[in-house]
């Protein structure tokens, strides 16, 4: 129970949040920064993938690895571990220490980001705990949360570790993908807990057939989103988006001559780079037109409401930047500061599809 005087919030399933309104918009301000370095942690990532930097750092360090190198002797340590790995020996022999303290520093960056969202969490969540701002529920809720962090760290490891294996120049795809997934696992749990916090009694949507339309297709577009953003990670994973550098045709053809060359045929979905990569931009492609239908339908259908129906704007406004950013990307043959902010704006596109979500979450409640 909240320390302060009640704002008038109804009891009930969403008493979870504060009462008060000042405190429940202070919880969601603090959740929605929260959001706000996760998105730089997903840019971050992407900007260490692209440069190789991910695999420069050897050693697991979760406490102590804060403190980077403070001395000549320590960046020889770290350079002399550095060698003994595959990566070096392939794609950086000859590397001085000057370019092993470039990709150095990016990783380093990536995993101090990562800590010093821990606090950001848990200093807070202590904070309001302590002061009765926040219920039990909402607070194991918020534990959850701080322990699903810490095991992202380890699962980046457990990512970073396939790295190290013999003639291997980069992580295992499967196991980027798994760290990706989680990521955006955790940024949507935060981000919607964030939104409820700010306005929890959902307003009212008569649940008309084209209102429960829409609410479906807001479904199936994040689902839609999500599935893309994992394609995306194969295809990172695989660097499929360095072959094929053409749009809409793929080496002359709509679908590549060798996209069913691998058997069993599942195998092509996550280790052909021709399939990896057709599936990415279908996906895509239907994402497009998905989000493109919904916007038509939603903009015809005043029920909704016109929270709604801007949020479903900036959807749209996002996915054609996306997409965009996406044909750039590709015909540019991946160069850093597009792969970065293509990986970046799909966390982005997938906030708004959230967005819209919750919105609509109202449909037919009272």
């Excluded at 440069?51 to 050693?59: R, Y």
Aim: with cysteine; aromatic share 12%; hydrophobic share 50%.
């Amino acid at each position: 129970m909240s320390a302060h005087p009640s704002g008038g919030l109804a009891k009930g399933r969403d008493s979870v949040f504060p009462a008060n309104a000042h405190d429940r918009r202070r919880v969601s301000n603090w959740l929605l920064a929260i959001c706000f370095m996760l998105i730089g942690m997903i840019a971050l990532g992407g900007y260490t993938r692209l440069t190789g930097s991910g695999l420069s750092i050897m050693d697991w360090r979760p406490i102590t690895g804060m403190i980077p190198p403070l001395s000549h002797a320590e960046w020889e340590r770290q350079f002399a571990l550095y060698k003994t790995i595959p990566q070096y020996k392939i794609l950086h022999d000859g590397f001085g220490l000057a370019g092993f303290q470039q990709i150095f520093w990016a990783e380093w960056i990536h995993r101090f980001w990562g800590r010093l969202m821990g606090f950001v969490l848990l200093l807070p969540l202590i904070w309001f705990a302590v002061t009765g701002v926040l219920s039990r529920r909402l607070t194991a809720r918020l534990v959850l949360f701080f322990v699903l962090g810490g095991l992202q760290g380890a699962i980046g490891w457990f990512m970073v570790a396939s790295g190290f294996n013999p003639d291997s120049t980069a992580v295992a795809p499967v196991r980027l993908v798994l760290h990706l997934c989680c990521a955006f696992a955790l940024y949507i749990a935060i981000l919607w807990t964030a939104l409820s916090a700010r306005n929890p009694e959902p307003e009212f949507i008569p649940a008309t057939p084209a209102v429960v339309r829409i609410h479906r297709l807001a479904w199936l577009v994040c689902c839609i989103v999500a599935t893309t953003i994992i394609a995306g990670g194969f295809t990172a994973g695989t660097h499929a988006g360095f072959s094929y550098n053409t749009f809409p045709l793929m080496d002359g053809h709509l679908i590549p001559s060798g996209y069913a060359r691998l058997h069993p045929f599942w195998l092509n979905w996550f280790q052909n780079i021709a399939a990896v990569q057709f599936d990415h931009r279908l996906l895509a492609t239907c994402t497009a037109a998905l989000i493109g239908v919904t916007i038509f339908l939603g903009l015809r259908t005043p029920q909704l409401g016109r929270p709604a129906q801007d949020a479903l704007m900036l959807m749209g406004w996002m996915v054609l930047l996306q997409y965009a950013l996406g044909v750039t990307t590709l015909l540019l043959v991946v160069p850093v500061w597009a792969g970065t902010v293509h990986q970046t704006c799909a966390a982005l596109l997938l906030t708004t599809a959230i967005i819209v979500l919750h919105r609509l979450r109202g449909v037919g409640r009272v």
